[in-house]
């Protein structure tokens, strides 16, 4: 079965360091979602493209984090420069069509720790 | 924006008993409603969804409620199982094709 994958895994950086997380989304996927889930709480959406396109950043913080699906397959998410709280779990979904129900389905996640 | 608020936080249950958890969202226009289960260090796994044009649905020992006049819906799990244990999402979108806006998650727990 297909799957969304992610790198790093995990990932220790210190703050004001730059960082950046890479996503594939399973193939055919046009919809490309990067979430941030602190520990404890329901993961909030900070990009969605639509192929290479942004459909909706307007809860990623712009002044420091920036993404990229160049073309309209794999996704990049960097930070620069991290802060202590941006740690946490950032999650990649791609979303299927029609045939898939439209279910989003989601990476393993990058596990962020700023010191 | 939708907010979707979900309780409770967490949840223990004896294995075999029921587990209900609710969920309220304040947009109207939100038609699509998944439910996801997220194990220890495990990515989020859909287990059901319903749609506005359905009141109940059910899979197995899962079944989905939805009330679009009250604006909540609820999973119920019948049967609980211990690999039942896990963190339980709820969200809610404008349509199925949307962002997803979470709740904040119910810590279930099944004591055998």
């Known amino acids: 079965e297909a799957e969304v994958a992610q790198s790093p895994r995990y990932k220790i950086t210190e703050k004001s360091q730059a960082v950046a997380f890479w996503c594939d989304p399973i193939s055919g996927h046009a919809t490309l979602y990067w979430y941030r889930q602190i520990l404890g709480q329901g993961p909030e959406l900070l990009v969605q493209?639509?192929?290479?396109?942004?459909?909706?950043d307007s809860q990623l913080p712009k002044d420091r984090f920036s993404a990229e699906r160049l073309k309209g397959v794999d996704s990049t998410l960097k930070i620069q420069p991290a802060e202590l709280g941006d740690s946490a779990m950032y999650l990649c979904a791609s979303r299927g069509d029609r045939s898939s129900n439209y279910e989003q389905y989601f990476g393993p996640g990058t596990r962020l720790t700023v010191t | 924006g939708e907010n979707v608020e979900q309780h409770p936080s967490t949840l223990s249950v004896q294995e075999g008993d029921s587990a209900v958890i609710k969920c309220t969202y304040s947009d109207s226009a939100s038609n699509y409603f998944p439910w996801y289960k997220q194990e220890l260090g495990k990515r989020p796994q859909l287990i059901i969804d319903i749609r506005s044009n359905v009141g109940e649905k059910k899979d197995q020992r899962i079944a989905v409620t939805l009330n679009k006049t009250a604006k909540h819906f609820s999973l119920h799990i019948t049967e609980t199982q211990p690999e039942d244990s896990a963190v339980y999402f709820c969200a809610a979108s404008i349509s199925s094709g949307d962002k997803l806006t979470f709740g904040t998650g119910t810590r279930l727990a099944v004591r055998p």
């Open positions: 493209f639509q192929d290479e396109s942004v459909v909706d």
